[in-house]
């Protein structure tokens, strides 16, 4: 007889590119996980299958999880899509006369400088459908020009008539006075009832002008899209008899209510990544692995690599959807993922006589060949299987059927261009796999100086285990952790999120000729706008941080850096901000400038509202045991006969060597020959290389 979980439950559900997880919490901690294919036309079907099988171990039906269930934590990836594929809503672009190509010009530069094989970048949104308001603002806030209400109006009825579904306005230095930006957003409500804008001035009020017309651009062409999402998902959830409480995972690896993330949707973009950090750092805290974690997630769709430092998360506020200086910035505060196209969905190709792996996906349709569902290209999952390393009767726990003779002709075409056989193909797609990986891992460790070498991995995503020692070996890691919920690893993350909030103030002043009275008043200002935000939260822990973005004089592009005081005083205050700034600017570069002035730019302040957590509870002593199965798999250095050994067999204090293969329902980790796996009292696998 099945043990029912001790209600009322806490969902958390991730919507990835080819899986939906779910996690199932109650008041002793995780109980349940559940993986199913994401029905991109219907999120709800996917969901709640997921449901379904996560229901299975407690032995409770989908529905009756949903109507017992006090809590659901929603994460999706349908805003990035969106954003990726170009299916967000017809958005104009309102900007100051004579700066129509805001958008168009970007920042400058290029990432790769001498690679000529592509053209240049479309803007965000077309210039046709950008529109100019005759305006203007000076740096000081000063009204150079009034604004032209006649003319604004015809805008307006041009972009009804044109059909036109968002409207995003960003006039320059409306951060220094917004009063134009306020007179359209009160022309575009009489004029267009019911049409959703973004003002850039309320959603990021910073120094420079193209990362916040992009990020406001992108949240305004959100906003149709994410409010019909989130609407039918809210139908869809009350109609299946939920009831509790709906909060939404954000980029800043927190999470909101609904209504705070539908007015702000760009915050939706990269949440699902953002939340594997959080576990990441929970997981390595419990497992006493140090300050320092690299958090590692390989989905069916993307490897998303984030760095836990010291213990805490690391920030960004140069968020590339694309690549960095031909995508789209976000140049809102979230957690730093750098994703690549490389999971287990990743097509291998043959390409300008070279064997590529990804970043194309097969997603869930029509999937690896081995899923059986029409598709045709060789995946990592393929190779996979070719391997030895996935027992097509036990894929997602023997709910999915692998079709090895697919997997073996689709592998076998392709190995044909390139004179090998289907297994070595499969091993070269593997190789290659990793090598994208870890220079993902090595371009957010060593390029923010950090060593891997001092680090532990945490590793999660479905397809983590597959090549995650091979990384690990190759990085000079010695340690690795693998969570045994690792699989549902965002998902997992939302279960201990906190309720996170940012505010940003843009004040330019000099650590020469610093400007206390005005810095203060910035401070004050995020931290009363905090405190609002605080009031509507219930949470018995609050944690606020405050930090800076600035730069030595002359350089083109700033670092954060944590204010070393919440309200300065005195010159001696100012001398702490600069010597932190000395030392970040030195961890990083090898190089500090003890004679250059400090510019500060932008002012952030960040709030945390902790709730109640579900951390890691102790596992379960296993079942019987029984003798391992064999398997011939094939490693980078050759086959070999190796145990097969399923997670419930496997109590705390259990040890595996390589040859191995450690099956868990939803995942499969693979221990080459001197890997040596532990079972923590948590029941996660610490794996020793």
């Known amino acids: 007889m099945r043990t029912r979980a001790a209600g009322p439950y806490r969902i958390s559900v991730d919507t990835g590119g080819t899986f939906t997880d779910v996690v199932i919490a109650d008041t002793r901690g995780i109980v349940a996980i559940g993986k199913a294919l994401t029905t991109p036309e219907r999120i709800f079907t996917g969901l709640s299958a997921a449901l379904s099988i996560a229901g299975e171990s407690?032995?409770?039906?989908?529905?009756d999880l949903l109507r017992d269930a006090s809590l659901l934590i929603y994460g999706t990836t349908s805003a990035t899509n969106a954003v990726v594929t170009g299916s967000t809503a017809k958005t104009a672009f309102l900007t100051t006369k004579g700066f129509k190509d805001m958008l168009v010009f970007k920042e400058g530069g290029k990432h790769d400088p001498h690679d000529f094989s592509y053209d240049y970048p479309a803007p965000y949104i077309p210039r046709r459908h950008t529109f100019e308001i005759d305006e203007r603002i000076d740096s000081e806030g000063g009204i150079v020009r009034p604004l032209d209400e006649k003319a604004a109006r015809r805008v307006?009825?041009?972009?009804?008539?044109?059909g036109f579904q968002a409207i995003a306005v960003c006039l320059l230095w409306s951060i220094t006075n917004s009063a134009h930006e306020d007179a359209i957003g009160a022309l575009i409500e009489r004029e267009l009832p019911g049409v959703p804008y973004t003002l850039s001035y309320k959603l990021i009020p910073i120094v420079r002008e193209y990362r916040r017309a992009s990020t406001t651009a992108i949240d305004a062409s959100l906003k149709p899209l994410i409010e019909h999402h989130l609407r039918t998902l809210g139908h869809d959830l009350a109609a299946a008899g939920f009831s509790g409480e709906l909060l939404i995972g954000t980029s800043s690896g927190g999470v909101q209510h609904l209504r705070n993330v539908a007015s702000r949707p760009v915050r939706m973009l990269k949440s699902g990544p953002a939340m594997a950090p959080v576990a990441g750092k929970t997981y390595a805290r419990a497992e006493h692995a140090g300050g320092n974690a690299i958090v590692c997630d390989t989905g069916g769709t993307t490897f998303d690599v984030a760095l836990v430092r010291g213990g805490e998360l690391t920030y960004t506020r140069n968020t590339w959807i694309g690549k960095p200086k031909v995508g789209h910035i976000v140049a809102l505060s979230s957690v730093d993922v750098r994703s690549i196209g490389a999971g287990g969905g990743s097509v291998a190709r043959f390409d300008g006589?070279?064997?590529?792996?990804?970043?194309?996906s097969a997603g869930a349709y029509p999937g690896p060949a081995c899923y059986g569902r029409g598709g045709t290209e060789p995946t990592l999952t393929d190779a996979a299987l070719i391997l030895g390393y996935l027992d097509p009767e036990y894929f997602n726990g023997g709910r999915m059927h692998l079709d090895a003779r697919a997997a073996n002709r689709a592998l076998s075409r392709l190995g044909a261009r390139l004179n090998m056989n289907a297994r070595d193909t499969a091993r070269a797609i593997m190789r290659i796999g990793s090598d994208r990986m870890i220079k993902a891992i090595e371009e957010i460790t060593v390029g923010e100086g950090i060593d891997p070498k001092e680090s532990v991995i945490v590793a999660g995503?479905?397809?983590?285990g597959l090549n995650i020692v091979d990384i690990a070996r190759e990085l000079g890691c010695k340690k690795i952790i693998v969570p045994k919920t690792g699989s549902a690893m965002s998902a997992c993350g939302m279960q201990f999120a906190d309720v996170v909030f940012d505010e940003t103030v843009s004040c330019v002043t000099s650590t020469e000729r610093f400007d206390m009275k005005r810095v203060n008043a910035a401070l004050r200002s995020i931290d009363a706008r905090l405190d609002r935000f605080s009031k509507e939260v219930d949470g018995a822990h609050v944690r606020k941080e405050f930090s800076v973005e600035a730069r030595y004089r002359g350089q083109v592009w700033e670092l954060s850096l944590p204010l070393p005081v919440r309200k300065f005083r005195t010159r001696r205050d100012v001398a702490?901000?600069?010597e932190a700034f000395h030392r970040l600017h030195e961890r990083l570069y090898a190089v500090r400038d003890d004679g250059s002035d400090v510019e500060c730019i932008n002012w952030h302040g960040r709030i945390s509202i902790g709730r109640p957590h579900t951390l890691p509870r102790a596992a379960k002593k296993a079942r019987a045991r029984t003798r391992p199965e064999q398997r011939r798999v094939t490693f980078p250095d050759g086959t070999r006969l190796s145990s097969v050994y399923r997670g419930d067999s496997l109590s705390p204090g259990g040890r595996v060597a390589g040859p191995a293969i450690l099956q868990e329902e939803?995942?499969?980790i693979v221990l080459p020959p001197g890997a040596v796996a532990r079972?923590?009292?948590?029941?996660h696998y610490t794996i020793s290389v």
């Open 156 to 162: 307006l009825k041009k972009i009804k008539r044109d």
């Open 666 to 668: 939803t995942m499969t």
């Open 353 to 360: 006589g070279i064997l590529r792996v990804g970043p194309e």
């Open 576 to 578: 702490l901000l600069v």
């Open 58 to 63: 407690l032995g409770i039906a989908g529905e």
């Open 461 to 464: 995503g479905g397809a983590a």
């Open 679 to 683: 079972v923590s009292p948590f029941g």
